[in-house]
């Protein structure tokens, strides 16, 4: 064979020869946008991730916050962000319900994204000031309907969790009375705790201290399930107001078109971490609440999603909040 032969069939074989930069992911560093400003809760809980998953990925895991608009300048760059699993975004209920409900934005919450997995979140928990004339959930509605006109709410903001939970509280107990909006939830808190405003919902981490403490009465976890770090608490379905469900959840997402092999990993990845004894002892220190098995798959993230737009986009609409 002449050398100019053997040079070609070296090329032939060499092109026949797969890039394992081609087959392989990850094979570079993974960016994990936040769409909120740094030290928010959708910002830490990421964080508690990092270190372990560049272990579990072998890649460099990079956080940036890209924070603005509600979180919706955030999520536009993820939704044009190459679908190469390079980039996800850490998302919450805010981001993915909520907002396509009340902000404009250049994006589809539903079809320009890819479920990765769930992540770890926070029940609500209703909870009053002290001297509240109610000691149980079913108490506190009797107290509501015979007051509706003396009745302050406190939310920690206009579109937050807090504010949906006030306006779901009003349509399951068919009363109407007055929603006091802060900005963010340290001073709402803190006029609840003095007794400025009546009433409140929102994460339990925000209040579970100051229940033990006697400054603030808990009548309620809302979701179907009680606390691990409260288990005394009854659920509100328990108390006598069934559907009054209200929770932070977060999730990381990819943008659509996202190849399925890097969904999978990233997704084993994060169950690994999420399964490591360490982890999940911080976790749940910190009062979040681990997905169980059967809500790990992106197939459920996909149906909780749904599931919660079906739920809140009538009761978001039909109270005529917007947020642009």
Known sequence: ??????FFALLAVVASVPRA??????????????????????????????????????????IE???????????????????DGYTIVCGNWTTFVSN?????????VVTDFEPVILLPGNSHVI??????????????????????????MATAGVGT?????????????????PLVHYRGGGPALADLLAGHVDLTTNQATVFLPHMRDGTVKVFAVLADHRLAQAPDIPTADEAGLPGFHVSNWNGFWAPKGTPKDAIA?????????????????????LTY??????????????????AEIEKWWPIIKAAKITGN
């Open 21 to 62: 930069s081609a087959e392989t992911y990850p094979s570079k560093p993974v960016t994990i946008v936040v769409p909120f400003a740094p030290g928010g809760a959708t910002d830490v809980l990421p964080r508690l991730f990092v270190e372990r998953l560049q272990a579990e990925l072998g890649q460099p895991v990079v």
């Open 100 to 108: 396509g409900a009340i902000m404009k934005t250049s994006y589809d």
């Open 265 to 285: 990993r990233l997704n084993a990845a994060v169950i690994k971490v999420m399964a490591d004894p360490a982890m999940t002892e911080r976790l749940v220190k």
């Open 289 to 306: 609440e681990i997905p169980s098995a059967a809500q790990l798959a992106p197939e459920a993230l996909a149906a909780l999603q749904k």
């Open 127 to 152: 909870a009053a000031k002290k001297d509240l004339p109610a000691s149980n959930l079913a108490e506190l509605v009797a107290w509501l309907k015979a007051n509706q006109d003396k009745v302050s």
């Open 1 to 6: 064979m002449t050398l100019k032969c053997l």
């Open 161 to 177: 969790g807090g504010h949906f939970g006030a306006v779901l509280l009003q349509n399951l107990t068919h009363t109407d009375f």
């Open 65 to 83: 916050n890209v924070g603005g608009a509600g979180g919706t300048i955030g999520m536009q760059r993820v939704a044009r962000a190459a679908p």
